[in-house]
């Protein structure tokens, strides 16, 4: 069984700190890793992909893959109250279906 | 500019009266997927296509079906709803099965 796990929180930061949210997986072989972000009653938006070990950011996000330790990461820099969202962890090995994580619920504190 | 648009956004039908949400797109994509999604929990793949081959999942209820007519719509179809259906249904698509998926609004389905 293929599982994600995610702290389910609330995770809450201050305005202007860096949220950090992590993600572990189970299958070994997974090569690709997507952070989604879903308002309360909206569809998930995609927001990072990364595939390969190490950093890599977009814009006020950066998100991290470390294989080895099947771990992957997603940083908001500078968080703004409009951050406040569940963030959805979904990892994928081939082309076999995407396996979400219950998501972790950030709340940004003005 | 939506480009997977769904409707409706919100249905609500009886317990046992069949009902069909639909799903649209613009992107071209080859992949269309369909995924459940009840309160606090993560999204529930339903099926998916790819092109015209139809992959079901396995613990996927019998009485939800799917139909993709052409490269730009897919039909959701569930027979006798139950109270236990309801939830947020998701379409989403992909290129390719191994890329990005990109969703829809959802489409609200309350079971009554």
């Known amino acids: 069984q293929k599982e994600v796990e995610q702290n389910s929180g609330p995770l809450s930061v201050p305005e202007g700190a860096i949220a950090s949210l992590n993600c572990t997986y189970s299958d070994r072989v997974s090569q690709s890793f997507f952070w989604y972000r879903q308002y309360s009653g909206k569809s998930p938006e995609l927001i990072m992909s990364i595939y390969s070990n190490g950093d890599k950011e977009d814009g006020r996000f950066t998100a991290q893959l470390n294989k080895a330790s099947q771990y992957v990461s997603l940083l908001i820099r500078d968080s703004q109250p409009s951050d406040s969202a569940t963030y959805l962890c979904a990892v994928q090995s081939g082309n076999t279906p995407l396996v979400f994580g219950k998501g972790t619920r950030l709340s940004v504190i003005a | 500019d939506a480009m997977v648009i769904q409707n409706p956004r919100y249905q609500v039908t009886q317990f046992g009266k069949p009902v069909t949400l639909s799903c649209s797109q613009t992107?071209?994509?080859?992949?269309m997927y369909w995924y459940q999604q009840k309160s606090s929990q993560a999204p529930k793949l339903l099926f998916h296509?790819?092109?015209?081959?139809?992959?079901n999942e396995a613990d996927t209820p019998d009485n939800f079906q799917s139909r993709r007519p052409n490269t730009s719509f897919c039909f959701l179809d569930i027979r006798s709803p139950g109270l236990g259906d309801t939830a947020m249904y998701l379409c989403a698509t992909s290129r390719q099965r191994n890329q990005p998926q990109h969703f829809g609004d959802g489409t609200r389905l309350s079971i009554l």
């Open positions: 992107l071209n994509h080859n992949v």
């Open positions: 296509y790819y092109d015209k081959d139809f992959n």
